[in-house]
């Protein structure tokens, strides 16, 4: 299967399963949700699990793994910023706590997956930091607390009660933890350096994906 084709199965069943899981699911209703037939969907997948387990390792690879724009020395350091920031979004956004238990439950084998990704991400994203700090570029701050804190915070901030409370959106909620990220983060001699209408278009395009 080529790698359009699965994106776009997954970017189909995905809001769907962040909502309720999967374990609840039967064929019939995945293949409505990826329009697709029987025959289709087996020329891909073996079974439900099956689809699960490539979604699971894809998430893994494309979301949790840092990203190559992260380890480039080439890049600005803004543009790696926020495509750390990208990721730490989407992968909130796949990862509800919904499915997270699903897969617990019943293919807990695929948690080594993710925990062996996040651990490389770990390591990879205190380098990068370190990197900032070294070139004064950025404060001087614990790097692991810094990025620690994203999956936290970003799902405290989906939360839809707040959302109603403040009569906010779910984009202004990322838009301003962005802001207060970036300018906890770069000295401010750096902060001019930073271009937002990337981000911002950005985080529309995650959340019309994620949750259309």
Do not use: W
């Not at 962040?18 to 019939?28: L, T, V």
């Not at 699990?49 to 350091?77: C, G, N, R, T, W």
């Not at 807990?108 to 570029?137: M, N, V, W």
């Not at 959302?163 to 838009?175: A, E, H, I, V």
Request: net charge neutral; with cysteine; aromatic share 14%.
């Amino acid at each position: 299967m080529d790698r359009s084709t699965k994106t776009k199965y997954f970017e189909l069943i995905l809001p769907h399963i962040r909502k309720r899981g999967f374990s609840h699911m039967k064929i019939d209703e995945i293949l409505k949700y990826l329009n697709i037939s029987k025959a289709t969907f087996y020329k891909h997948f073996s079974s439900r699990d099956d689809l699960i387990e490539q979604l699971v390792i894809d998430y893994a690879s494309q979301v949790v793994d840092v990203d190559p724009i992260v380890l480039d020395k080439e890049m600005p350091f803004s543009r790696r910023f926020q495509r750390i920031f990208e990721q730490s979004m989407l992968s909130v956004l796949i990862m509800s706590d919904e499915f997270y238990y699903d897969i617990k439950q019943n293919q807990p084998a695929l948690i080594s997956h993710i925990t062996a990704a996040q651990t490389k991400r770990c390591d990879l994203l205190q380098q990068f930091y370190r990197e900032g700090f070294d070139k004064g570029i950025f404060r001087s701050i614990n790097p692991v607390v810094f990025f620690l804190q994203d999956d936290p915070v970003l799902r405290r901030l989906m939360d839809p009660f707040l959302l109603n409370y403040y009569n906010t959106t779910l984009k202004q909620q990322f838009l301003d933890y962005y802001t207060i990220k970036k300018a906890s983060l770069f000295k401010d001699n750096f902060l001019n350096t930073v271009e937002d209408k990337l981000i911002e278009q950005k985080i529309t395009d995650i959340l019309r994906i994620s949750l259309n």
